[in-house]
């Protein structure tokens, strides 16, 4: 899982690197120490094997000199009005930190190896200032390492860890992909352990949101998004011709997918959660359709896989998926010429999980199964007279009412990106007025046929026709007592 490093972050890096520090004169200015100074300059500017057998024969000072040690600060706490200077010990920092295989192993041996860090994260309110970005990035490693090294982290990393996350999460709320990049990277070298995911999705609307946002973007949709990209409506055909949307780059693309594929080993956690706030499915099956390469296809189909794999999800999210049309997607990515074979191998799980669940499925769960997820379609049964006539009072009386109770839930919102829901719930009101007209009061206590005459003036030609067909039915027995 190992990425490139953000070219964004290698920019400011090698700015620093290129810049003058008057280190004699932070020395006496008490700045720095002599002692400090000659640990600097001898890993400063020289080879890498020379760096690291520098420090590897002195470990223990060098990690004095960063975190402080029993007698002495850290140089980041005691330049801390040198802006300069901090800069320039975050990035040798993070130099010795890749250079030195053992130093970051031995900073998390320290009593306190997030001391000098915290505080740097809240020194500034702008997220583009290089000693933020730098910090991220100096903690990342750290916090990283710990996670790996230990079942017992060192004191004080989930404090490190969440404040790390606020701060990444304020770079995925620009509009510079370069700065986002910089935190999907690190959000990806932190999501390692059980831990660190269940934090990071307690940080949800931080985290999680702005990470929605991006892959909405790539699929061309907004938070509130066309009918027919979330309901399933869209063709296959159509929608990979579209293609994804160039407000998001590929590499970005993919370290937002990885993020996220990360989070879902804790599909059970996440699962609901994900669907509920985010419509995460629509999202991503419509993903899966634009997808251009296979290393973004694999990401998709896992991650679907992970969220649908616990037994406690599949009740609630297979309908879902079924709704959305990812079946008849994933026959067609059958059809393409893919090679990788942890694909290969998700793509056919997926199949036959859901082979599995449509084959128990009679017509009325199908239906029901539609309707508790909250949005509609036009599916077969909508428009059956049959399917009306076999199951409607089944419909108004199974589980004390649920399916009436929900369709109520669903007419009361207004559907502004999606009026065709609206039209559907008018439509079945229609026809179990129809085929219940004994049950019609149950509706009406349900605020139901109110909310339908409401709508025979909708902006929506479709809405105003099919709530005055359901009004119509009611008419029929308007002079009943």
Request: hydrophobic residues 35%; contains cysteine; charged residues 25%.
């Amino acid at each position: 899982m190992s990425l490139d490093p953000p070219t964004y972050l290698n920019s400011v890096q090698n700015n620093i690197r290129a810049r003058p520090i008057p280190w004699d004169g932070a020395v006496r200015t008490g700045n720095i120490t002599d002692d400090d100074l000659k640990k600097i300059k001898a890993v400063d500017k020289v080879r890498k094997e020379q760096r690291r057998q520098t420090v590897e024969s002195d470990l223990k000072a060098y990690q004095a000199l960063i975190l402080g040690g029993d007698e002495s600060k850290s140089v980041l706490e005691s330049a801390i009005k040198r802006s300069d200077v901090i800069q320039y010990m975050l990035v040798l920092t993070g130099d010795l930190l890749n250079d030195v295989p053992n130093l970051p192993t031995l900073l998390t041996q320290h009593p306190d190896p997030y001391k000098p860090f915290i505080p740097l994260l809240n020194s500034s309110t702008n997220p583009e200032d290089p000693i933020l970005l730098l910090t991220s990035s100096v903690l990342t490693t750290i916090i990283s390492t710990a996670q790996l090294q230990s079942s017992k982290p060192p004191p004080r990393t989930d404090e490190a860890l969440s404040k790390l996350y606020e701060y990444l999460s304020t770079l995925t709320k620009t509009q510079d992909s370069g700065l986002q990049d910089i935190a999907v990277q690190e959000y990806s070298a932190l999501l390692r352990t059980k831990k660190a995911r269940e934090l990071f999705w307690s940080q949800r609307d931080e985290t999680v949101e702005p990470l929605v946002t991006i892959l909405r973007a790539a699929a061309g949709a907004g938070k509130d998004s066309d009918s027919t990209l979330w309901s399933g409506g869209a063709s296959i055909r159509t929608t990979t011709d579209a293609g994804l949307s160039s407000a998001v780059g590929l590499q970005l693309l993919y370290h937002v997918l990885l993020t996220l594929w990360q989070l879902s080993f804790e599909g059970t956690l996440v699962g609901k959660g994900l669907e509920e706030e985010h419509e995460i499915f629509a999202l991503y099956i419509q993903l899966l359709r634009l997808s251009p390469k296979e290393k973004t296809t694999r990401l998709l189909l896992s991650t679907l896989l992970n969220l649908l794999l616990p037994p406690n999800n599949r009740a609630a999210l297979l309908p879902i998926v079924i709704s959305a049309r990812l079946p008849a997607l994933l026959s067609n990515l059958k059809g393409r010429h893919l090679t990788d074979p942890d694909l290969l191998e998700d793509l056919q799980t997926l199949t036959e999980m859901l082979g599995e669940y449509t084959s128990s499925q009679t017509t009325f769960d199908e239906y029901a199964s539609e309707v508790l997820t909250g949005r509609l379609r036009w599916s077969p049964p909508h428009r059956e007279d049959t399917f009306w006539r076999e199951n409607s009072r089944k419909i108004l009386d199974d589980s004390q009412g649920q399916l009436p109770k929900k369709l109520a839930t669903i007419l009361a919102k207004d559907w502004e990106e999606d009026k065709q829901v609206l039209a559907i719930a008018c439509n079945d009101v229609g026809w179990l007025v129809k085929e219940a007209p004994e049950k019609r009061s149950q509706l009406e206590k349900l605020g139901i046929k109110a909310r339908v005459m409401e709508l025979m003036t909708d902006s929506d030609e479709s809405v105003r026709w099919e709530s005055l067909r359901a009004v119509g039915e009611w008419l029929k027995y308007s002079f009943d007592k």
